[in-house]
């Protein structure tokens, strides 16, 4: 099912795990920029429901950050802590259509069994689907997951960044968690019935997320949500190669910092990270630069 004709919704869907810093500075002004350009709504969106992750107040200095910046979203903000109902209600469908099974596995459970079978892949631990027709006797349930089809089970997309991008879903990740063994529910089935149900369009966000984006084409399936578009723009990362992010010594901008100390520590530079050097002395002026330059990229990148 395609969105394309549908108007442009977009959004901004950070995690509390921190302040903004660079990098989720530059996946706010693409998302930003794009639904500007699009003459679209730009939604933001909490997403807090990693409660061991998130920080006291972060969610406040985002948002705060971000309307000194000058990006203002549209309507009211959500935190995906407030819809829990939703991811109730996905779960109970899923669950009627046979598709979540209990697992009793233990990550180290888990990483044994694939480095037995030979089968690391990437570094990172296929489910082997050790739990998928029940559960061993003694074992006690810890997370739910999501049976993916029987390989290939092949989701790709096309990139607005990057282009033709493709994953075997159930070769590279297996069947993965929608309610962790801690009780709290998953990125990927959180940020898909949010999506669905925010009738976002137009997903910008960082690459880091690229290869999750076939789980979540998966799960959009199951759910009879349409696929948006994808746009993954660069991981901004430290000297060491690492993505930024606050355990890696990300610059968080402070609430207090002035106007113009933002435009030159934090735009100017996101907007060359992005592709477009700017000269601007206010923040209105290079909002009015920004994105007519937005679209000259997006219109390279064709
Ligand atoms: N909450 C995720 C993060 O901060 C982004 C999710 C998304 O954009 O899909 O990394």
């Given at each position: 099912m395609s969105?394309?004709?549908?108007?442009?919704?977009?959004?901004?869907?950070p995690?509390?795990?921190?302040?903004?810093?660079?990098?989720?500075?530059?996946?706010a002004?693409?998302?930003?920029?794009?639904?500007?350009?699009?003459?679209?709504?730009?939604?933001?969106?909490?997403?807090?429901?990693?409660?061991?992750?998130?920080?006291?107040?972060?969610?406040?200095?985002?948002?705060?950050?971000?309307?000194?910046?000058?990006?203002?979203?549209?309507?009211?903000?959500?935190?995906?802590?407030?819809?829990?109902p939703?991811?109730?209600?996905?779960?109970?469908?899923?669950?009627d259509?046979?598709?979540?099974?209990?697992c009793g596995?233990?990550?180290?459970?888990?990483?044994?069994?694939?480095?037995?079978?030979?089968?690391?892949?990437?570094g990172?631990?296929?489910?082997?689907?050790?739990?998928?027709?029940?559960?061993?006797?003694?074992?006690?349930?810890?997370?739910?997951?999501?049976?993916?089809?029987?390989a290939?089970?092949?989701?790709?997309?096309?990139?607005?960044?990057?282009?033709?991008?493709?994953?075997?879903?159930?070769?590279?990740?297996?069947?993965?968690?929608?309610?962790?063994?801690?009780?709290?529910?998953?990125?990927?089935?959180?940020?898909?019935?949010?999506?669905?149900?925010?009738?976002?369009?137009?997903i910008?966000?960082?690459?880091?997320?690229?290869?999750?984006?076939?789980?979540q084409?998966?799960?959009?399936?199951?759910?009879?949500?349409?696929h948006?578009?994808?746009?993954?723009?660069?991981?901004v990362?430290?000297?060491?190669?690492e993505?930024?992010?606050?355990?890696?010594?990300?610059?968080?901008?402070?609430?207090?910092?002035?106007?113009?100390?933002?435009?030159?520590?934090?735009?100017?530079?996101?907007?060359?990270?992005?592709?477009?050097?700017?000269?601007?002395?206010?923040?209105?002026?290079f909002?009015?630069?920004?994105?007519?330059?937005?679209?000259?990229?997006?219109?390279?990148?064709?």
């Amino acid at each position: 099912m395609s969105s394309s004709t549908a108007p442009y919704i977009g959004r901004f869907a950070p995690s509390p795990s921190g302040p903004l810093h660079m990098g989720s500075l530059v996946a706010a002004m693409a998302s930003y920029l794009d639904a500007k350009v699009h003459q679209g709504t730009w939604l933001l969106r909490i997403e807090d429901l990693d409660y061991d992750r998130n920080l006291d107040g972060a969610d406040a200095a985002i948002l705060a950050t971000l309307q000194r910046c000058g990006m203002a979203w549209d309507g009211e903000a959500t935190w995906q802590s407030r819809r829990l109902p939703l991811y109730e209600s996905a779960l109970k469908r899923l669950r009627d259509d046979r598709l979540v099974y209990a697992c009793g596995c233990s990550r180290k459970e888990i990483q044994d069994s694939v480095l037995q079978a030979g089968l690391p892949k990437n570094g990172a631990a296929v489910y082997p689907g050790t739990c998928r027709h029940g559960l061993a006797p003694g074992k006690a349930a810890r997370a739910l997951r999501l049976r993916v089809p029987e390989a290939p089970a092949v989701y790709g997309f096309v990139d607005r960044w990057h282009g033709a991008q493709q994953q075997d879903v159930a070769e590279e990740v297996g069947d993965f968690i929608v309610l962790r063994g801690d009780g709290y529910w998953a990125y990927q089935l959180a940020v898909v019935v949010d999506d669905g149900e925010q009738g976002i369009t137009d997903i910008v966000r960082g690459a880091d997320l690229l290869d999750s984006t076939p789980r979540q084409l998966y799960l959009q399936d199951v759910l009879g949500l349409p696929h948006p578009r994808y746009l993954h723009v660069p991981v901004v990362n430290n000297d060491l190669g690492e993505k930024l992010s606050k355990q890696t010594g990300a610059l968080a901008f402070d609430t207090g910092t002035p106007a113009l100390d933002l435009l030159e520590s934090a735009l100017l530079p996101a907007a060359r990270f992005l592709g477009f050097d700017l000269r601007a002395d206010s923040l209105d002026d290079f909002w009015r630069q920004a994105v007519p330059a937005w679209a000259e990229l997006l219109s390279d990148l064709k």
